[in-house]
């Protein structure tokens, strides 16, 4: 076999099975991630009953509220969109997929003026208001950032990676037959999605 | 399996560039044995590194009173020397370099699941290496705090902690990736008729291995990444001054860097079971036991981080429950070296440099687990906290331990992979020369830290003086071993491809390919249809 031959036989190989099973076990490494801050919150907020039901305070659950349907919403978009790749209806897939992307902008868009405002008012490490907090509220609020931050750093990347799912829809690398990258991100979606869904009534909603 | 030997001879992978010129035939290259050289280089130019550093300390403490080097500048050295030593050296080290060139073809497979994500692990281990190295030249120089990084003196310090603390960050996420890929390699890509109690126990040992990486790996990833936040936003998650907890800090690296030590020994433990019966032609002893206490270990690992916090405070009870749970952990490690001496037992044991290490291995490693258990007992280990002998504890597992099935790998594979040999007498040589220099540098930490020598300090009350002479001169024997090792490895001479092919008469299925192997390993996947170790079948086959 020449070289080019040998890198086509390398590439030929697909074992879709194996690709979502690293892909699970991918989401599980995320989900620890995420469960070291759960552990952390919990504890600190165990500590500071007080504070942190006072900091919660602060928060806007209408703003959570809307950007958990929009999450909610949007998880189900992608999961239609892989029902619709395998019934080779392409168009609406690539629609479908397109729209959690906006939903995506959604979030951030929601998350910027949640964030902005509270920057506006003073409320952020070195801010007049975050320096009168009490330590507990304080650290609330380093959390709250922390990971609503990495939640949001989560939802960008998975916007991405369902940009380039469209764009391999758009040259035929995905196929009715041929989806694991497709489902795949759309496992990852579910995951942001997820984590979200602990978040909110985490940070926004126990009282 | 069956032997026939191809008529034409296909390009092996160094023949084979895949199209690429240049360094490109390496940088780019999915190929997993081109990917467990670069690891192979790039690890063993960081572990010289390490080594230099850790000479410039011995050097330092050879006489009581500063001479060489400042108090702040031995700080930066000794975590510098701890994070190069941990992140760059003896985790990634025989997962990445041999699980790479040698687990797909042990278990039959052209590569691993995801030849990409490989190379991308790759990248980001340089990645984290070159953060981890920048600090001796940007910022204020490297991290001071110990390569624990705790809290909340690595919030406050102005050295560059942020970045090494980044650079372990990079590193974790490399180890989660290679034991992802190993993992789905091994549940998917297993020959035919290889069935879980037909896979060589070098893979069982990376299986186990994985596990940890992926189950552990992130804990300690986020717990840096709040040390970071911390620096930069100056908020108080684990500084008390500012509410936070510098305790839970601790359980929360610990949770990682326990189980990480079984990430620095289980690789190498397999390492040695394949060593073992090849050298003494025998099957192995308990095959099962072998496999399943790498997974016990795994397991029972995670449950025992607390016994590095014995000394900062924590209730009665928890100490307790955590020293007995610690003792728990020494049963599967014994049960393995009790079954590789009883697979020698009777053999006919064959003392070549690869089981010259294998067996320095187990004696070193013995006195670094019975030294384990002296501080993993709660009494004992009051006393003797950060003292001298857990740096002689530490040392014997990780350097006596893994860092000699390395070497013993490295002697090993060798011809396999590259289709050459080693001068066998020199490396006789160099074992003896490195396993006295061994044992002469770090026998006498344990007795200086029993009679009360704190580490972490560059400077020590005049009755320590003896065994701090002895230490220093020591790492120079050790030393002149590592450099025999390494010039041995460059004067290597090509041997024919028969000699190579098996020169020690193994049974895996490492041993029935070309060496050094073809791009896909093998010419037609082959069928197992037994166990890997029956030696008493050979003649019949
Ligand atoms: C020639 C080889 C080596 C020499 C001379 C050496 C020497 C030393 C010395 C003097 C210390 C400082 C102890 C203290 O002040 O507390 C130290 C710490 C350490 N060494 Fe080594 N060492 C060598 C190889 C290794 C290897 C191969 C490893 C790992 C596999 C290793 C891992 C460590 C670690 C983790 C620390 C603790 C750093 C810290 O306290 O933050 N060393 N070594
Ligand atoms: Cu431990």
Redesign the pocket.
Same mark, same amino acid.
């Given at each position: 076999m020449s070289s080019e031959a040998l890198q086509h036989a390398h590439d030929e190989h697909r074992d879709d099975a194996a690709s979502k099973l690293g892909m699970w076990l991918f989401l599980f490494t995320e989900l620890l991630l995420f469960g070291g801050l759960f552990l952390v919150y919990s504890i600190y907020r165990n500590m500071n009953m007080e504070d942190f039901h006072a900091g919660s305070a602060h928060l806007d659950i209408f703003i959570g509220a809307i950007n958990t349907i929009v999450l909610i919403t949007s998880s189900a978009t992608v999961a239609i969109s892989i029902t619709a790749i395998q019934k080779k209806h392409y168009r609406l897939a690539k629609g479908l997929l397109w729209f959690t992307i906006l939903a995506a902008g959604v979030f951030m868009v929601n998350k910027y003026f949640e964030w902005g405002h509270k920057f506006e008012i003073g409320l952020y490490p070195g801010g007049d208001m975050f320096e009168a907090m009490p330590g507990g509220e304080r650290l609330f609020f380093v959390l709250y950032y922390f990971m609503t931050g990495l939640h949001g750093l989560h939802v960008i990347i998975g916007a991405i990676i369902i940009g380039f799912v469209i764009k391999e829809i758009n040259q035929g690398k995905q196929t009715y037959d041929n989806f694991a990258f497709h489902e795949n991100a759309g496992l990852y979606w579910h995951l942001v999605d997820l984590i979200w869904i602990f978040l909110f009534p985490l940070m926004y909603l126990i009282i | 399996m069956d032997d026939n030997v191809t008529s034409k001879p296909q390009l092996n992978f160094f023949e084979d560039t895949g199209g690429r010129k240049g360094i490109f035939k390496w940088i780019l290259s999915t190929d997993h044995k081109r990917i467990g050289l670069l690891y192979f280089y790039s690890i063993i130019s960081f572990f010289m590194v390490?080594?230099a550093l850790? $000479?410039l300390?011995?050097l330092e $403490?050879l006489e009581p009173g500063g001479q060489y080097i400042d108090a702040n500048t031995y700080n930066s050295a000794? =975590?510098l020397?701890?994070v190069i030593?941990?992140f760059l050296?003896?985790i990634p080290g025989i997962p990445a370099v041999f699980g790479n060139l040698i687990l797909p073809i042990i278990i039959g497979a052209k590569d691993v699941a995801f030849p990409r994500v490989n190379l991308l692990s790759w990248y980001l281990y340089v990645i984290g290496a070159f953060f981890a190295l920048s600090t001796l030249v940007f910022g204020d120089g490297p991290a001071d705090t110990?390569? =624990?990084f705790y809290a909340p003196y690595s919030v406050n310090t102005s050295t560059n902690v942020s970045m090494s603390v980044l650079a372990a960050f990079i590193l974790g996420f490399s180890s989660i990736l290679t034991g992802l890929n190993f993992l789905v390699t091994m549940h998917r890509m297993r020959a035919p008729g290889m069935t879980w109690m037909r896979m060589p126990l070098f893979a069982w040992g990376l299986y186990a291995t994985a596990w940890i990486q992926l189950l552990a790996t992130p804990i300690v990833g986020i717990t840096l990444l709040m040390i970071v936040a911390e620096r930069f936003l100056g908020v108080g998650l684990f500084d008390p001054s500012l509410g936070g907890d510098p305790i839970l800090y601790q359980h929360m690296f610990w949770i990682y860097s326990h189980p990480a030590v079984y990430v620095m020994i289980l690789p190498a433990m397999g390492v040695i079971s394949e060593i073992i019966p090849t050298f003494s032609q025998r099957k192995i002893f308990g095959y099962k036991a072998i496999a399943f206490s790498s997974l016990f270990i795994a397991f029972v690992g995670y449950t025992v981080w607390g016994h590095h916090m014995f000394t900062s405070g924590m209730s009665g009870s928890a100490r307790i429950i955590f020293s007995i749970l610690t003792f728990i952990v020494a049963i599967p490690s014994a049960i393995k070296v009790f079954n590789w001496l009883a697979t020698m037992y009777g053999g006919s044991i064959d003392l070549k440099p690869a089981m010259l290490f294998a067996l320095g291995f187990i004696f070193l490693f013995l006195i670094g687990g019975l030294t384990g258990l002296v501080v993993g007992a709660l009494a004992t280990d009051v006393h003797l906290h950060d003292t001298y002998f857990v740096?002689g504890h530490?040392?014997y597992v990780?350097?006596g331990g =893994?860092?000699f099935a390395f070497i013993a790998a490295l002697y090993y594979w060798f011809p396999k992979i590259y289709g050459k040999m080693y001068d066998v007498k020199q490396a006789t040589i160099a074992f003896w020369v490195m396993f006295t220099g061994f044992n002469i $540098?770090y026998f006498p930490m344990l007795v200086v830290g029993i009679m009360g020598m704190p580490?972490?300090?560059y400077d020590y009350l005049p009755q320590f003086h003896v065994p701090n002479i002895i230490s220093t001169v020591g790492?120079w024997i $050790?030393?002149t071993g590592l450099i025999m090792v390494i010039i041995n490895f460059f004067k290597a001479k090509k041997i024919s491809a028969e000699e190579a092919k098996n020169p020690w008469g193994g049974l895996t299925l490492e041993w029935t390919v070309q060496s050094p192997p073809t791009v896909l390993n093998f010419d037609e996947i082959p069928t197992v249809t037994s166990g890997p170790y029956e030696y008493q079948n050979k003649e019949e086959r």
């Amino acid at each position: 076999m020449s070289s080019e031959a040998l890198q086509h036989a390398h590439d030929e190989h697909r074992d879709d099975a194996a690709s979502k099973l690293g892909m699970w076990l991918f989401l599980f490494t995320e989900l620890l991630l995420f469960g070291g801050l759960f552990l952390v919150y919990s504890i600190y907020r165990n500590m500071n009953m007080e504070d942190f039901h006072a900091g919660s305070a602060h928060l806007d659950i209408f703003i959570g509220a809307i950007n958990t349907i929009v999450l909610i919403t949007s998880s189900a978009t992608v999961a239609i969109s892989i029902t619709a790749i395998q019934k080779k209806h392409y168009r609406l897939a690539k629609g479908l997929l397109w729209f959690t992307i906006l939903a995506a902008g959604v979030f951030m868009v929601n998350k910027y003026f949640e964030w902005g405002h509270k920057f506006e008012i003073g409320l952020y490490p070195g801010g007049d208001m975050f320096e009168a907090m009490p330590g507990g509220e304080r650290l609330f609020f380093v959390l709250y950032y922390f990971m609503t931050g990495l939640h949001g750093l989560h939802v960008i990347i998975g916007a991405i990676i369902i940009g380039f799912v469209i764009k391999e829809i758009n040259q035929g690398k995905q196929t009715y037959d041929n989806f694991a990258f497709h489902e795949n991100a759309g496992l990852y979606w579910h995951l942001v999605d997820l984590i979200w869904i602990f978040l909110f009534p985490l940070m926004y909603l126990i009282i | 399996m069956d032997d026939n030997v191809t008529s034409k001879p296909q390009l092996n992978f160094f023949e084979d560039t895949g199209g690429r010129k240049g360094i490109f035939k390496w940088i780019l290259s999915t190929d997993h044995k081109r990917i467990g050289l670069l690891y192979f280089y790039s690890i063993i130019s960081f572990f010289m590194v390490g080594v230099a550093l850790g $000479l410039l300390m011995r050097l330092e $403490l050879l006489e009581p009173g500063g001479q060489y080097i400042d108090a702040n500048t031995y700080n930066s050295a000794f =975590t510098l020397h701890g994070v190069i030593m941990i992140f760059l050296f003896i985790i990634p080290g025989i997962p990445a370099v041999f699980g790479n060139l040698i687990l797909p073809i042990i278990i039959g497979a052209k590569d691993v699941a995801f030849p990409r994500v490989n190379l991308l692990s790759w990248y980001l281990y340089v990645i984290g290496a070159f953060f981890a190295l920048s600090t001796l030249v940007f910022g204020d120089g490297p991290a001071d705090t110990g390569w =624990t990084f705790y809290a909340p003196y690595s919030v406050n310090t102005s050295t560059n902690v942020s970045m090494s603390v980044l650079a372990a960050f990079i590193l974790g996420f490399s180890s989660i990736l290679t034991g992802l890929n190993f993992l789905v390699t091994m549940h998917r890509m297993r020959a035919p008729g290889m069935t879980w109690m037909r896979m060589p126990l070098f893979a069982w040992g990376l299986y186990a291995t994985a596990w940890i990486q992926l189950l552990a790996t992130p804990i300690v990833g986020i717990t840096l990444l709040m040390i970071v936040a911390e620096r930069f936003l100056g908020v108080g998650l684990f500084d008390p001054s500012l509410g936070g907890d510098p305790i839970l800090y601790q359980h929360m690296f610990w949770i990682y860097s326990h189980p990480a030590v079984y990430v620095m020994i289980l690789p190498a433990m397999g390492v040695i079971s394949e060593i073992i019966p090849t050298f003494s032609q025998r099957k192995i002893f308990g095959y099962k036991a072998i496999a399943f206490s790498s997974l016990f270990i795994a397991f029972v690992g995670y449950t025992v981080w607390g016994h590095h916090m014995f000394t900062s405070g924590m209730s009665g009870s928890a100490r307790i429950i955590f020293s007995i749970l610690t003792f728990i952990v020494a049963i599967p490690s014994a049960i393995k070296v009790f079954n590789w001496l009883a697979t020698m037992y009777g053999g006919s044991i064959d003392l070549k440099p690869a089981m010259l290490f294998a067996l320095g291995f187990i004696f070193l490693f013995l006195i670094g687990g019975l030294t384990g258990l002296v501080v993993g007992a709660l009494a004992t280990d009051v006393h003797l906290h950060d003292t001298y002998f857990v740096v002689g504890h530490f040392h014997y597992v990780m350097f006596g331990g =893994t860092g000699f099935a390395f070497i013993a790998a490295l002697y090993y594979w060798f011809p396999k992979i590259y289709g050459k040999m080693y001068d066998v007498k020199q490396a006789t040589i160099a074992f003896w020369v490195m396993f006295t220099g061994f044992n002469i $540098l770090y026998f006498p930490m344990l007795v200086v830290g029993i009679m009360g020598m704190p580490r972490r300090y560059y400077d020590y009350l005049p009755q320590f003086h003896v065994p701090n002479i002895i230490s220093t001169v020591g790492s120079w024997i $050790l030393v002149t071993g590592l450099i025999m090792v390494i010039i041995n490895f460059f004067k290597a001479k090509k041997i024919s491809a028969e000699e190579a092919k098996n020169p020690w008469g193994g049974l895996t299925l490492e041993w029935t390919v070309q060496s050094p192997p073809t791009v896909l390993n093998f010419d037609e996947i082959p069928t197992v249809t037994s166990g890997p170790y029956e030696y008493q079948n050979k003649e019949e086959r």
